[in-house]
């Protein structure tokens, strides 16, 4: 049996916690349902009939047969986690969607849904700059590579916790040991980078997934060694894009982004999380913020359920979804450097 375990620091404030949401706790189910969704991402090659069942194969299923080959653990002795003190963040004020021309903190428009209206939060989390071990224990070694590389674009271009599509949850690895047989081995060194794991010639799939249409952009700088300020940059630059697709309150275009809470109840479009993901990564002693955007055919399968409803269906929904997107990329590139993968 194979254990490999990852030392990690927190980059940016991680809001991690189960059903009492106010204990911030560093859980491997969590963790382990986020490796899954990097896992699926990175095999958007595959129908989604064999993407269920490879994936039951290495996480497990609902099967009595169908047990998990790789076991999270977050030993105790080793994880000094402590809960954030913090009422607030650094201030980076300006004008923005929602804010009704009143001066809002970037962070707090990022985190809306733990940080709310009232300037508080309602999540508690742990602060960026901490350090914590994660441990994979692999029953079945035949996986163990592309569980790991899951694991690194888990980390530097997922996170964990919640508003991690906004940047938050951000963690980098500090050290990897692998333990076989009690013998112990440092393979920092030879983890693959996260940016090499985005190239892939798939084509898009019906799931969220890398492909070939998946866009990286960077900001223009690299920002000191506080997160808040590498944050803001790539904030304002999602933020100038999204002015781009209407005010705050019209969502004919802005719905192909991201479907809202409210929105017109004759819509087409259910809700859907957005295709892009904001994060940092340590540079030359600072921060670099980068935006991901992973494309998929989320609209393709929207029609018979909505058929069902009685809801029409535009027949140019397919190319209006592609504008929408294509135009929200124009603009970041207006703000940061579209990187080539």
């Not at 913090?86 to 809002?104: A, I, M």
């Not at 540079?283 to 009685?310: A, D």
Request: net charge positive; aromatic share 12%.
């Amino acid at each position: 049996m194979k254990t490999i375990t990852f030392t990690c620091e927190t980059i940016t404030p991680m809001f991690l916690s189960g059903a009492d949401q106010r204990v911030p706790e560093l859980r491997p189910p969590s963790i382990k349902g986020a490796l899954r969704f990097w896992w699926r991402a990175m095999n958007g090659h595959l129908s989604l009939e064999e993407l269920k069942q490879k994936e039951s194969e290495i996480f497990g299923g609902t099967e009595p047969a169908q047990r998990s080959k790789v076991v999270i653990t977050c030993p105790k002795d080793k994880n000094f986690l402590k809960p954030s003190t913090k009422d607030k963040f650094p201030e980076h004020r300006g004008n923005y969607p929602l804010s009704r021309n009143t001066p809002v903190n970037i962070l707090n428009y990022l985190a809306y849904g733990v940080y709310d209206y009232r300037d508080r939060f309602t999540h508690a989390f742990f602060d960026e700059r901490q350090r914590f071990d994660i441990c994979l224990r692999f029953t079945n070694e035949t996986k163990v590579d592309e569980v790991i590389k899951a694991f690194v674009v888990m980390c530097y271009v997922g996170g964990l916790g919640a508003k991690s599509r906004n940047g938050f949850g951000k963690i980098k690895i500090i050290k990897a040991v692998e333990n076989k047989e009690n013998n112990e081995i440092d393979i920092t060194q030879s983890l693959p980078k996260w940016k090499n794991l985005l190239k892939t010639n798939n084509s898009k799939s019906n799931y969220t997934s890398l492909s070939d249409s998946v866009k990286l952009f960077s900001a223009k700088e690299v920002s000191s060694r506080s997160y808040d300020n590498a944050l803001k940059i790539i904030g304002d630059a999602y933020i100038h894009a999204r002015k781009n697709m209407g005010d705050g309150h019209t969502y004919n275009t802005r719905r192909y982004i991201a479907a809202p809470i409210v929105q017109d109840s004759n819509s087409f479009l259910e809700r859907h999380s957005k295709s892009y993901f904001l994060f940092l990564d340590e540079e030359n002693g600072g921060y670099r913020g980068y935006i991901l955007f992973v494309p998929y055919k989320y609209v393709s399968g929207i029609g018979n359920e909505n058929l069902k409803k009685g809801k029409s269906i535009p027949t140019d929904v397919l190319e209006k979804f592609d504008a929408a997107t294509q135009k929200f990329n124009e603009k970041l590139q207006e703000k940061l450097n579209l990187e080539r993968l």
